[in-house]
């Protein structure tokens, strides 16, 4: 199964269904699965054109139709997709187009500023396409998507499909640990996992996309799976609009990683409580919601329980972009709290001193240009996920840590923060903690909730010793080697990942309260 073939057949049942919506300042514009296609096909025959068959190609930019036509453009065709994080600075955005070996770029207008670094740096690149119709003086080199649409609309080739195993999309991790790395995704790989992911919905089923277009959770579970269903996507402009554009495309459907979750949550919480549920809900999401799926980090189920006095069901899965990159998945009918979901009917699953070996047809073919890595996880055809975990007796998974991030004693006691944190983070005057091991001990680094550190009018101590009692009473129930025995109050929060993921090697980067 390839991509293209999944997106021709979704054409041929919706060629008149909306498969995209998006706000163009106050107007909400829209685009059927036929017109899209177009775009798409003009871009793959635009590409083998200008010659760029069997290379990498970079896409930079945040969520837009231009930006998911080029990248289908791109992989339907023989080249590779190179998605990159559009909030990186242009630094580093260079290193990933060198190290990606990107020959070519499509560049949102917002990014134009870099455009000179990019040409001076990436010797390899050789043409730029900017993700917009029209554009004026542009340098040497650089030209706009439409006039490579215009070329691919007047070319009689087509480019051939590509090979099942052929690298269809490069993706780098976040690097919350460590360098990023960049994941190599075959054809096969993405289409068994869109194929693999039981989830159905109705066509024209409206989803809000609001998760940063450049990671595997958004690209594969709203746009391809939903693609392949006849969904409508609705592109969310800003995580700033969130919740107007939710009044705005009234979607049925969304994906979200927990902090998302956990801010909706406050918002409702904080509401009058005279209001009644049903009609906060239909203020908040719009009124049509019913799902949301989410993943990247654990969610506390008291979440889901509360999520569902407002009607709406939140299903936890389990991934990584190593996986294209769903692992586990939770559905409307097969569903249970607090875990991950049953593994998907592709997906072998296998435990090894507590961590979870993935195999499949959705695991990736390595890393780009990084074999030690490479060797390391992928053993014998196992993937090494680096998180800890197991399987009840019903068959649903359970994550209960990650493997890189124990906190091992000098008692030989092994700690797992998350476990700690996610019992901490219950608490209203928590807004974001990490816990550390530190001196022989653990310590709670917290980020105050700021909502209710100005409602309440707390100063600087009172925070401290509001925080240190929490601490304290959390103590009294606990073994020895469990007890948070230092306090950080930070001043600011924790830097975080385009995925919302906390970098750990960073918890240190900040200035305590004073």
Known sequence: MLIRNILEESVQKFGEVK????LNRKEVLEKSYSEMMKNVISTRKGLLAEGFEGKHIALIGTSSVEWIESYLGIITGCATAVPLDAALPCEEL???????????LFL?????PYLEAFLANCSKLQKVWMLQKEVEDLPSGVYSINELRDMGKSAAEDASCPDAEAIATIIFTSGTTGKSKGVMLTQNNLASNVEAVKISAEPGTAMLSVLPIHHAFCLVMDWLKGFS???TICINDSLLHMVRNMSIFKPDIMLMVPMMIETIYKRLAAADPEIPKAGLAEKVFGGKLQTIFTGGAHLDPYYIDRFAEYGVQILEGYGMSECSPVISNNTPENHKPGSIGRPLE????????????????????????????TAETLKDGWLHTGDKGYMDEDGY?????RVKNLIILSNGENVSPEEIENKLALNPLVGEVIVT?????????????????????????????????????????QPTYRRITGLVVRKNPFIRNTTKKIRRQDVLIDEPLE
């Open 437 to 477: 091991g530190e001196d022989n001990g653990l310590t709670a680094r917290i980020y105050p909730e700021q909502a209710v550190v100005e409602a309440k009018a707390l100063d600087t101590e009172a925070i401290q010793t509001q925080l240190q009692a929490f601490l304290d009473e959390y103590n009294r129930n």
């Open 94 to 104: 260079i290193d990933l187009i060198n190290r990606s070996d990107s020959e070519a």
């Open 229 to 231: 269903q006849g969904a």
């Open 397 to 401: 998974l359970f994550i209960n840590g």
């Open 346 to 373: 592709n997906v072998e699953i296998r435990f090894e001193n507590g961590e979870i070996l993935v195999k499949g047809s959705s695991v990736m073919k390595g890393y780009y240009q990084m074999p030690d890595e």
């Open 108 to 112: 949102s207008p917002k990014h134009r």
């Open 19 to 22: 498969a995209v919506k998006w």
